[in-house]
């Protein structure tokens, strides 16, 4: 990172890095579990659901990368195995072994829960120290919230049909 950019930084850079790496190691989980629950999901309102969770599906993707590119800026190494993910993940992953509507809807709802209070910790970490991962942290934690209240819609639509 910058000389300059690095003054910034006013918290312990390293513990900052593995708090961003962790998250990385979820938004990838969260990337995936989202991805193959859109594929393999069965039942009421399937179609809409799928839209749903391939939009965040990729969502999580974009937020995988903000996250390594402020890990970089911040001259720390992102995770380069796949392996990592389980060893470092915050939320872990819910494999869809119940394709129903209803348990995927269930298992990301938890993921977004958990999400919420990682991004959480960290913007409250770096508020007021540094304003770059502060202003990232919040506008991924957006997307979050987002996210948990678009699933619990469709869960709240689904007892409709
Ligand atoms: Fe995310
Ligand atoms: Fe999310
Ligand atoms: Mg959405």
Avoid: F
């Avoid at 799928?50 to 992102?78: C, F, W, Y």
């Avoid at 709802?109 to 990232?136: F, L, S």
């Amino acid at each position: 990172m910058g000389t300059r950019g690095r003054e910034l930084v006013e918290v312990d850079v390293n513990e900052l890095i593995d708090l961003l790496n962790k998250a990385l190691a979820d938004e990838w989980l969260a990337y995936y579990q989202y991805w193959i629950g859109a594929k393999v999901v069965t039942g009421p309102l399937r179609e809409s659901v799928i839209v749903e969770l391939e939009e965040h599906a990729n969502d999580e993707l974009r937020h995988a990368g903000m996250l390594v590119d402020r890990i970089l800026q911040l001259g720390g190494t992102p995770i380069l195995k796949p392996e990592d993910w389980y060893k470092l993940t915050n939320c872990g992953y819910d494999a869809p072994e119940d394709p129903s509507v209803k348990k995927i809807l269930a298992q990301n709802i938890k993921g977004e829960q958990c999400a919420i209070a990682v991004y959480k910790k960290i913007a409250d970490m770096v508020k007021d120290k540094d304003v770059i991962t502060y202003n990232m942290a919040v506008s991924i934690l957006v997307d979050e919230v987002e996210h948990e209240d678009d699933l619990q819609q469709i869960e709240e639509d689904l007892k409709g049909v």
